[in-house]
């Protein structure tokens, strides 16, 4: 009785209320290190550029300061770890 109370009220506000799907959530380490470009691609920085840098090289430490981008194998796991990038 109560069920079939319930979805009728729910039909009379909205249709939606009953067919919609549950919400896809983003994976929180992913959102943390990678921004979505207009592209469709994604950057992160380079780890390791702030810690111990004694001992490292001066052109290394110009690679690790760069902007990575994601390759064409990383894109699509990357979309389906964040939907709403």
């Given amino acids: 009785m109560f069920l079939s109370r319930l979805a009728t009220t729910a039909k ?3 249709t939606s209320a009953i067919a919609s799907f549950p919400k896809l959530k983003t994976h ?3 959102k943390k290190r990678w921004r979505a470009l207009s592209n469709g691609k994604f950057k992160r920085a380079h780890a390791a550029h702030s810690h111990l840098n004694v001992t490292k090289r001066p052109g290394r430490k110009n690679a690790l300061c760069q902007t990575a981008y994601s390759s064409g194998a990383q894109t699509p ?7 709403y990038a």
């Avoid at 796991?77 to 939907?83: A, C, E, F, S, Y």
């Fill in 77 to 83: 796991t990357l979309k389906k770890l964040m939907p």
């Fill in 12 to 14: 009379l506000f909205s």
């Fill in 28 to 30: 929180s380490g992913t």
